[in-house]
């Protein structure tokens, strides 16, 4: 299984990829296979065709299982991860890959934002998300359990149920 996790914080080497890091970590027993953190694909993310850009899609595309991450800025993903998502084509950019939506914030007033705004488009791109999203708050994601329980409950949906897993045994 190949698994990729995408960081659109503003910030390189953010709280955000921490947290998409640990996650992914946790879901599958090892390190994620890529790490995308969009900020760092730089002025590219602005127009289509630039092929660091076009790498970074077609290693998320043909990936299995997906942890895309942002923190939540004015109760949404960020900016930068809108333009990162844009680069896939609609209905079949994400086609077969399992995606977990996971959000970063300050307070629990945005808990619903990973399923009610990130979640909507991974599936409009294609992308089966068979779990509700992860939010975690920002200061104790690190130390609360969280992604531990996350985990419990969803990682076999996750990891075994995927659409490119689904006809395989595990």
Not at 4 to 20: C, E, H, M, W, Y
Not at 141 to 161: C, E, M, N, P
């Amino acid at each position: 299984m190949t698994t990729t996790v995408v960081a659109g914080n503003p910030k390189p080497g953010s709280r955000t990829l921490d947290a998409a890091r640990r996650l992914a970590r946790a879901l599958t027993g090892t390190e994620p296979d890529h790490v995308v953190d969009v900020i760092g694909l730089g002025p590219g993310v602005l127009a289509w065709g630039d092929t660091a850009v076009q790498g970074a899609v077609e290693t998320v595309a043909s990936s299995d299982l997906v942890v895309v991450a942002s923190p939540t800025f004015k109760a949404t993903y960020t900016g930068v991860l809108k333009l990162f998502l844009d680069q896939f084509a609609t209905g079949e950019g994400l086609r077969d890959v399992t995606a977990v939506p996971l959000m970063l914030g300050a307070g629990p007033a945005h808990a619903m934002a990973p399923d009610l705004l990130l979640k909507p488009v991974l599936v409009e791109l294609g992308a089966v998300c068979p779990a509700p999203g992860l939010y975690l708050m920002d200061s104790t994601y690190t130390t609360d359990s969280r992604i531990a329980d996350y985990t419990d409950r969803w990682s076999s949906a996750l990891v075994r149920s995927g659409p490119r897993s689904a006809g395989t045994t595990g």
